[in-house]
DNA sequence: CGTGAGCGA
């Protein structure tokens, strides 16, 4: 009847079945290439990253580890089409998000293969496949150095930055780790999960 | 506070 019914039987008659093999499954399928990425700036947003990925096309798994306040801790994984994981890669590490770029590589993790909470996190193996081909251009490194209010307060009888130290597992402590972990101070604002970016107070 | 490798839908 229509020309658009007739059109269509037409197009479907002139795929050349034969080329299909006989257990060929004529839906498309697609790989995949997971990401992991880092050098997030720390004031960035799930949703921002998200944006800022939008262009290159549908990012199938998204997922950046927070830490007990809901900051960012500065890396992430994702996975899309590997089409689309290539031009992140290729692309995406020369667009500066934040005042800073990201550097985005193939994940060492297989996909489905990630860590479990309170498992033992180690560092990468260097031989693990990790090429660390990119380059950290010092001069777009984040000259944030005047937004440092975020050394509130330093305990006198200890000089360092253990404070920023995450918090470990409980499993199986060193005895000489234990002097190092943080003290926790009932006083300290950043135990209000209210206000969980603590970016906001770096404002003067 | 900058090479950092999760784990919820």
Same mark, same amino acid.
């Given at each position: 009847?229509?020309?658009? =019914?007739?059109?269509?039987?037409?197009?479907?008659?002139?795929?050349?079945?034969?080329? #299909?093999?006989?257990? *060929?499954?004529?839906?498309?399928?697609?790989?995949?290439?997971?990401?992991?990425?880092?050098?997030?700036?720390?004031? *960035?947003?799930?949703?921002?990253?998200?944006? #800022?990925?939008?262009?290159?096309?549908?990012?199938?798994?998204?997922? *950046?580890?927070?830490?007990?306040?809901?900051? *960012?801790?500065?890396?992430?994984? =994702?996975?899309?089409?590997?089409?689309?994981?290539?031009?992140?890669?290729?692309?995406?590490?020369?667009?500066? =998000?934040?005042?800073?770029?990201?550097?985005?590589?193939?994940?060492?993790?297989?996909?489905?293969?990630? +860590?479990?909470?309170?498992?033992?996190?180690?560092?990468?193996?260097?031989?693990?496949?990790?090429?660390?081909?990119? +380059?950290?251009?010092?001069?777009?490194?984040?000259?944030?150095?005047?937004?440092?209010?975020?050394?509130?307060?330093?305990?006198?009888?200890?000089?360092?930055?253990?404070?920023?130290?995450?918090?470990?597992?409980?499993?199986?402590?060193?005895?000489?780790?234990?002097?190092?972990?943080?003290?926790?101070?009932?006083?300290?604002?950043?135990?209000?999960?209210?206000?969980?970016? +603590?970016?906001?107070?770096?404002?003067?």
């Amino acid at each position: 009847m229509s020309a658009l =019914l007739s059109f269509t039987k037409s197009a479907f008659a002139a795929i050349p079945r034969r080329s #299909f093999g006989p257990n *060929t499954i004529a839906i498309r399928t697609y790989a995949t290439k997971k990401i992991f990425f880092g050098n997030i700036p720390w004031k *960035t947003t799930d949703e921002e990253l998200k944006e #800022f990925l939008e262009p290159y096309g549908e990012i199938k798994d998204f997922y *950046t580890p927070k830490d007990q306040y809901g900051n *960012t801790r500065g890396f992430g994984f =994702l996975e899309a089409e590997d089409e689309i994981a290539d031009a992140i890669i290729k692309d995406a590490s020369e667009v500066e =998000l934040n005042g800073r770029r990201m550097h985005f590589e193939i994940s060492t993790r297989p996909a489905g293969a990630g +860590r479990s909470r309170g498992e033992f996190r180690g560092r990468r193996d260097d031989n693990e496949g990790g090429d660390r081909q990119f +380059r950290r251009r010092r001069d777009d490194s984040g000259n944030d150095q005047g937004d440092r209010q975020f050394r509130r307060r330093r305990d006198d009888s200890e000089g360092g930055d253990r404070q920023f130290r995450r918090r470990r597992d409980d499993f199986n402590n060193n005895d000489g780790d234990r002097q190092f972990r943080r003290r926790r101070d009932d006083n300290d604002e950043s135990r209000d999960l209210a206000r969980p970016r +603590r970016d906001e107070n770096d404002r003067e």
